[in-house]
């Protein structure tokens, strides 16, 4: 039998493994302890959400879904101090592009305040709390430490009547914030600090962005936590790991109180992503310090940032998927989110041309002023997507890296003399080299054959080099964005002695092209549609882009597409 204290060790011991809260929910429902399941997402509206956000969401989210349960969005609105209506909106929007809808379960822990002020008398009365006047400091001495037992306060045996009296009083404002505040009396010799009567309630006479001026005392979180938990039916609880040791806390408060029902706490591992930071601290800093441009700057590990740059929410709901659930904290490698996003993209985003860093090429033998329509497909992956008419002329931009005036062994690409295929076009071959007096190349001079037309030709002769390509008269200019990780290393918590977080950012994370040329079917966009730019990478509208100049952030270059064109 599993012991009631603590199933999920339990539950690990059986080697359950990352399936282990489905597991723990399979038995609720069987056992008939539950006949459905209600969780919960709870973020504090203290800063934008991010990834690790994002595995909690698709975690509680996703156990509603599959179990034709329900989830509630609740903001954990305690601390007037670091709260702000903005994140609460963007929290809002941002658990809904992810895909998840909440229904009318949207809650608000401050909603609870003339609650959980109920049954804080309700403690002192049954005399498990007093007010205390000792001060921040002479708690923090008074509490002791891992090895050192705390020391009860003088104010601990108060009667109940003075508890009252002066509770009601801190409420009503008498008291100067930080002078006295409401604690739980459980055991100062506990060997968990979180039990050493823990403080359920301090002055603070700031203004809450939603209660406004009603209250001059706020809870604390551990002491909101479970009692919302338990007033909105919450069956499991699930939060990471480091609560695990406020558990014992969140259970001592429920067994005291007259509360609907006992939600049960379930820990697991929170995500860390290599070369990047997820404390919202640290992201915040970033933001305010003008290190990076705003919560959505799409190099940061925001939902907002991601979304920005690009990556398709069923890329982040796959990723959750696939890094599952734990009991053991690790850092998961950012390549495994590029992966989703990229296999993600692979089969839904348009393909197009684009030239990232020119180099002119005329045809001599094509015709003056001919242009013709030449057919492509949009999508390989997706027939269904269909193709679209790209113009060809006898001016043309390559990429300059696609050239080589001086070849190394195995090259496929344009070199003198050689003949490489114009993807969807013709083939052609390099006859001339065009430089100035510094001995750059200005231009290449080809001939083409005129029967390669869309990629064969009568002799079926092979051709192992495919280049992209824009016509010169009709492509336009584009500007692009790319990106390189944040962070120069990849555990951001390993960092050198003496050294800060923020000496690791990558000067080079943001690099800015300014003379892309694009095909000029993509003149039409809209903000966030994303393509692939034919071995460029994947790209996405960005909000900055005006029409007479598109901005496309890289969302994720395309693995090894260099490589492939060079024999190994
Ligand atoms: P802070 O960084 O200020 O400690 P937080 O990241 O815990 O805050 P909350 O708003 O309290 O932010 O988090 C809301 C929910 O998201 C919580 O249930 C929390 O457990 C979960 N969560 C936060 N960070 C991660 C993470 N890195 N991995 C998984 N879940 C996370
Ligand atoms: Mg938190």
Redesign the pocket.
Known sequence: MDTPENPVKNLEEKNIGSNFIRFMIDRDLESGKHTSIVTR????P??YL?I??A??ICLNFGLARDYAGRCHLRF?DTNPVKEDVEYVDSIMDDVRWLGFDWHDKLFYASDYFAKLYDYAENLIQQGKAFVCDLSLSELRDYRGTLTVPGKNSPYRDRSIEENLDLFRRMRDGEFADGSRSLRAKIDMNSPNLNMRDPVIYRIKKTHHHRTGADWQIYPMYDYTHCISDALEGITHSI??LEFEDHRPLYDWFLDQLPVPCHPQQIEFA???LTYTV????RLLELVSSGLVKGWDDPRMPTIAGMRRRGYPPEAIREFAERIGVAKANSLVDNDLLMFCVREELNRTAKRVMAVMNPLKLTISNYPDGLVEDIEAENNPEDIASGTRQVKFSKTLFIEREDFSENPPKGWFRLAPGKEVRLKHAYYITCDEVIKNEEGEILEVICSYDPLSKGGGTPDGRKIKGTLHWVSAIHAIPVELRLYDHLFTIADLNEIEEGKDYKDYLNPTSLVINTSCMAEASLADLSIGERYQFLRLGYFCVDSDSLPEKPVFNRIVSLKDSWAKQVKK
Do not use: Y
């Not at 997402?41 to 504090?44: G, N, Q, R, S, V």
């Not at 997820?278 to 601290?281: C, G, I, V």
């Open positions: 997402f709870p973020p504090e203290n800063g991010h690790g956000h595995k909690s954990d939060c990471t929170r995500l860390n997820m404390s919202k601290r």
